[in-house]
């Protein structure tokens, strides 16, 4: 992965934080949602988080983005869940309607218990 997105493990969950604090610029949008698509495709991580904690602001675009995100994810089995994620943007994701779309924990921790 790029400096955009840093990737751990969490016991069989690899977490992905995204690492721009603003997602806002269209290159950068971009960058993370091709390397997402990428990461829930390659089959070597069943179970992925999309850690949000240190995104401060980010634009529809990259939520548009997520949608290619999930897709992939359940095209290639892939569990896919968003934690971390500012009560500002959690504002903007209830108005688009997509916390209907995603699973969504508060934290990361929580995220990783839902998953087992």
Same mark, same amino acid.
């Given at each position: 992965? %790029? ?5 751990? #493990? ?5 977490? *992905?934080?995204?690492? @721009?604090?603003? =997602? ?34 980010? %634009? ?5 983005? #997520? ?5 992939? *994810?359940?095209?290639? @089995?892939?569990? =896919? ?36």
């Amino acid at each position: 992965m %790029s400096k955009r997105i840093e990737l751990s #493990l969490e016991g069989n969950v690899t977490v *992905a934080t995204l690492k @721009d604090c603003r =997602l806002t610029d269209e290159l950068i949008i971009h960058e993370s949602i091709n390397e997402l698509v990428e990461l829930v495709a390659s089959r070597e991580h069943p179970q992925v988080i999309i850690d949000f904690t240190e995104v401060e602001f980010l %634009s529809t675009a990259f939520l548009g983005g #997520l949608i290619s995100v999930k897709k992939s *994810a359940a095209t290639h @089995d892939t569990m =896919l869940k968003l934690a971390g994620i500012s009560a500002c943007i959690m504002e903007a994701i209830y108005i688009v309607g997509f916390d209907r779309n995603f699973d969504i924990e508060p934290t990361v921790a929580g995220a990783v218990k839902a998953f087992k």
